[in-house]
């Protein structure tokens, strides 16, 4: 099967290129995602802060039924699957899942041990490493932040409650959105994708198999059935509609042809008259 | 290859057997070329179905290790030097195909490619990046297999011719 010109001409292409674009659609795909994560994590970061700054006032004024009342509304949001904020000791004091509240939270879990991974807990988290990825119990996939509330000037003045100077963590916002229109857009472009690629695939391998039969197999092939005529036929007919060096080659043929015939004339001359001269 | 022909007097000459013996070695080194290829071909296969298990039979790295071998590369760069690698040996084996220059046939792009995968699980991407270097791995590999193995042929092929030209005219 790999014997014939067409076969030869066309594996190396197709071989190459396909392989060369499946492997760069992956890299593309797998770069994309990452900073579809990424900008999906900053935009998760920047609505935990924004909670924060929302919720300040409250916390300022001890007015927990009002920051009671916020967190029960962002939580009624379409794509936030929880929002809970709890203290330094990990007891959950406000959560849209009422249930929650008064219990503490398991400082193993993913998210905490960014920070209680040693002894000593950070002060400080980046946004992406504020950041996990899990399922939760409803089978959701969810990205979720966890926003430290530090404690401020304004915070130990207060005359409303007991948080001193030298506290520097007050507690911990920890805010998750549905990761399903993140998981969409990737199925989609998962899609275009392959079927981008397939396109591409099939032009480029398709163009140049187009292009070498039309080029180069089938003058080939006209060629060879001109070489492939009976001893005798005449070689003025059906010369090939070749152009190029197929053309020149077959011109070649037919030139060596006529000599040969000559040849075997004149041969066959001197034998029947023997004072012909004879062949060199 | 007027010293194959048979001897006037109908007695072989002196080199024919000498020859006839140089060319059988020649035919057996093409087909154990033609082979080699395939062992590096197997060989990444192999490779890649423990990168697909995301090298599950391996030990987890010690955090002294880790310290060790230092920061792993980021993953963007590997995929760059990756796609720079796998297109620069399509085009090199080509540009050899097409002066038809003798092929590679070490192990060196099994080599490559599994140090691709390594740095990719040292990275702790390498699942998201396996299809990229498999596909990678195959295209390069397979171009220049198919290569060695059609020169290879060829090659066989021409031996193959004299050899019974040799015989043919021995008898």
Redesign the interface.
């Known amino acids: 099967m790999l014997s014939s010109i067409n076969s030869r001409a066309i594996v190396p292409v197709a071989c190459a290129v396909t392989g060369f674009v499946i492997a760069c659609c992956v890299l593309l795909y797998t770069f994309v995602k990452g900073d579809l994560i990424t900008g999906e994590i900053h935009h998760a970061a920047d609505l935990a802060d924004t909670v924060i700054k929302s919720t300040r006032y409250a916390m300022l004024h001890d007015d927990r039924e009002t920051l009671s009342q916020i967190i029960n509304n962002i939580g009624d949001q379409n794509q936030v699957e929880h929002v809970r904020i709890f203290n330094k000791k990990g007891l959950i004091m406000f959560s849209r899942d009422g249930s929650e509240v008064n219990n503490f939270i398991d400082k193993t879990a993913a998210g905490c041990n960014e920070c209680h991974a040693e002894s000593k807990p950070k002060r400080k988290l980046g946004a992406m490493d504020q950041a996990r990825q899990f399922t939760n119990k409803d089978d959701h996939d969810v990205l979720a932040i966890t926003a430290p509330i530090y404690n401020e000037p304004e915070c130990s003045n207060a005359a409303c409650h007991f948080h001193d100077a030298g506290q520097s963590l007050l507690g911990t916002l920890d805010i998750g959105v549905s990761q399903a229109p993140l998981k969409k857009t990737l199925t989609q472009l998962k899609g275009r994708m392959i079927m981008f690629s397939g396109m591409v695939l099939v032009l480029t391998v398709g163009a140049v198999c187009a292009l070498l039969y039309r080029q180069v197999f089938l003058p080939i092939k006209q060629l060879v059935d001109f070489t492939e005529k009976a001893p005798g036929d005449s070689l003025d007919y059906d010369f090939p509609q070749v152009s190029g060096e197929v053309a020149r080659l077959a011109n070649a043929f037919k030139q060596m042809t006529v000599r040969v015939k000559e040849l075997e004339d004149r041969q066959d001359k001197s034998r029947e008259d023997p004072s012909t001269e004879p062949l060199p | 290859m007027s010293q194959a022909g048979p001897h006037p007097g109908g007695q072989q000459m002196p080199g024919h057997e000498d020859l006839r013996q140089r060319i059988e070695v020649r035919i057996r080194r093409l087909e154990r070329a033609s082979l080699a290829g395939l062992w590096s071909m197997v060989l990444f296969l192999l490779v890649s179905f423990c990168a697909y298990e995301n090298f599950t039979f391996l030990p987890d790295l010690s955090d002294d290790f880790r310290r060790m071998l230092g920061a792993p590369p980021p993953?963007?760069m590997i995929?760059l030097a990756?796609?720079i690698y796998?297109?620069s040996a399509?085009v090199g084996?080509?540009a050899r195909?097409s002066r038809n220059i003798k092929p590679f046939r070490g192990l060196m792009h099994t080599a490559f490619f599994t140090a691709f995968y390594a740095f990719y699980y040292l990275s702790g991407?390498l699942p998201?990046?396996f299809?990229?270097?498999f596909?990678?791995g195959?295209?390069?590999m397979?171009?220049e297999n198919?290569?060695l193995w059609?020169h290879s042929n060829e090659a066989l092929h021409k031996e193959r011719e004299m050899l019974d030209r040799l015989r043919g005219g021995g008898e």
């Open positions: 993953s963007e995929s990756l796609v796998a297109f399509i084996t080509l195909m991407v998201d990046n299809w990229a270097v596909f990678a195959l295209s390069v397979g171009l198919y290569y059609a």
